[in-house]
């Protein structure tokens, strides 16, 4: 069974910093990509960053600069260091899992909130 864990969301002030965690375990081959999404109230879910294995990332516009994605490959773990967050930064932030034979898992997503 795979297990896809999310860690280190809550509560900051803008301009503050948080860093997020994601670990994979279980059956899942050799993963290609690690990356995290996110999903405002009544917003799509969207791409915020993405690693693959070789350590090539994908930043979306709006979080360039600001947060930094890196990846353990012997963990199966991703990390997700957000700086600067502004109030506009939250939402539920999911870890994805997209293995080399095509499978992708999600995990249940934590919870960043950017208010003063």
């Known amino acids: 069974q795979v297990q896809v864990v999310e860690s280190g969301g809550g509560l900051v002030q803008p301009g503050g910093s948080l860093r997020l965690s994601c670990a994979a375990s279980g059956s899942i081959g050799q993963i290609y990509t690690m990356g995290w999404y996110r999903q405002a109230p009544e917003k799509q879910r969207e791409l915020v960053a993405v690693i693959t294995s070789g350590g090539s990332t994908n930043y979306a516009d709006s979080v360039k600069g600001r947060f930094t994605i890196s990846r353990d490959n012997a963990k199966n773990t991703v990390y997700l260091q957000m700086d600067r967050l502004k109030p506009e930064d939250t939402a539920v932030y999911y870890c994805?899992?997209?293995?080399?034979?095509?499978?992708?898992?999600w995990g249940k997503g934590t919870l960043v909130t950017v208010s003063s």
């Open positions: 994805n899992v997209r293995a080399y034979n095509a499978s992708n898992y």
